[in-house]
């Protein structure tokens, strides 16, 4: 397979995006190849900026690359992480990284006729069809409605300890009466706790049964061994999102990081630099992939090579219908677990007019 041509383009979301999101979201990349009806799409964060990063230097390094295997798609990546190095290394030039990466494995699962899940791995007998699911949101009668039994709340420090113990007991009172299926919750802080928060939190919240306590503050202070120790939580911590540099995940595991490790895939560099992940962790700690419910990282976890969770942010339709794409790889939810179709790339093509 030979890339010919790559386009870019940020759309406009009508969803309604927080915080750093509105100009930075994703980007959606085609690339095309020497076979006249085979793109690749892919994803990845960023938005203007990033494509700003793509067809101001990336793009130009992998016109004419031939790919002819799994090993060529990785070096490629390589070759763009090397070539980012002087304002890369992380951040935005990762999620523009990503978003060639995530288009060069569709086009070439497309080309070949090969589902990724295989390419990934080849034992058919560790492939998942039927997916354990999550919501994150704090609307868990729309996603109970959707059958779904595990939620991930979003909770933020007001700075107040006893004030906050108080909500969040109630919340976590509230969820698990008014949705008597409720199976599993888990919180997300958004870093907004700090360490002393989070060890007292842990500890008042252990007869709670909560499965893990996510982003409690920021990376930066978690990677720092000297002042951190997860085994003082009484509770499962769990982080990653924020780590767009796969290296860092090897500080991730010296340092005894987190319980759960939650990479994405459309913003730390792509597949390759998930199989790198996968690799450093040597199944040592469970990965389970944020917003891993999408079709970029839903080839992941169909492989077995990441936990069988799939992360659905603020679901809405039972078969996970995006904004800007056409979502073809999921069949339904059903009793809480996702069923996936058969599909070769990631099953999903960009909108029609995105692209006209
Ligand atoms: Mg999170």
Excluded at 174 to 202: F, G, P, Q, V
Aim: charged share 25%; aromatic share 10%; hydrophobic share 35%.
């Amino acid at each position: 397979m030979k890339i010919t041509n790559i386009e870019v383009k940020y759309p406009t979301y009508k969803d309604d995006l927080k915080g750093w999101r509105p100009k930075l979201w994703q980007i959606i990349t085609k690339i095309s190849t020497d076979k006249k009806n085979i793109f690749g799409f892919g994803t990845g964060g960023g938005g203007n900026a990033s494509i700003e990063v793509i067809n101001g230097h990336l793009g130009n390094l992998i016109i004419n690359e031939e790919i002819n295997n799994k090993q060529d798609i990785i070096k490629v990546f390589e070759k763009l992480y090397e070539h980012s190095i002087p304002y890369g290394r992380g951040g935005i030039a990762t999620m523009a990284i990503s978003s060639l990466d995530l288009a060069i494995w569709d086009a070439f699962s497309k080309y070949y006729e090969i589902p990724i899940k295989n390419l990934l791995e080849k034992n058919s007998h560790k492939h998942h069809n039927i997916i354990e699911t999550y919501a994150t949101g704090n609307n868990v009668k729309k996603y109970s409605n959707l059958s779904i039994k595990n939620f991930k709340l979003s909770v933020r420090s007001s700075k107040d300890f006893e004030k906050d113990f108080e909500n969040l007991s109630n919340l976590i009172s509230n969820t698990r009466e008014s949705i008597i299926n409720t199976k599993k919750i888990m919180l997300d802080c958004y870093m907004t706790w700090d360490l002393d928060y989070a060890k007292n939190m842990s500890s008042r919240l252990k007869d709670f049964n909560i499965e893990w306590i996510e982003d409690i503050c920021t990376p930066d202070i978690i990677l720092d061994n000297k002042f951190y120790n997860k085994n003082l939580f009484q509770i499962q911590i769990a982080g990653g999102e924020h780590e767009f540099n796969h290296n860092n995940f090897k500080l991730m595991k010296n340092h005894n990081s987190y319980d759960i490790w939650q990479p994405d895939v459309t913003w730390c560099g792509g597949i390759s630099a998930l199989i790198k992940i996968i690799s450093i962790n040597s199944k040592k700690y469970k990965i389970i992939l944020h917003r891993g419910g999408e079709p970029w990282g839903l080839p992941l976890i169909e492989s077995g090579l990441v936990y069988n969770m799939a992360e659905l942010h603020n679901p809405k339709t039972n078969n996970l219908e995006l904004e800007q794409w056409n979502n073809k790889s999921i069949n339904a939810i059903n009793n809480g677990f996702l069923k996936t179709n058969n599909y070769l790339g990631f099953g999903s093509v960009p909108k029609k007019e995105i692209f006209e």
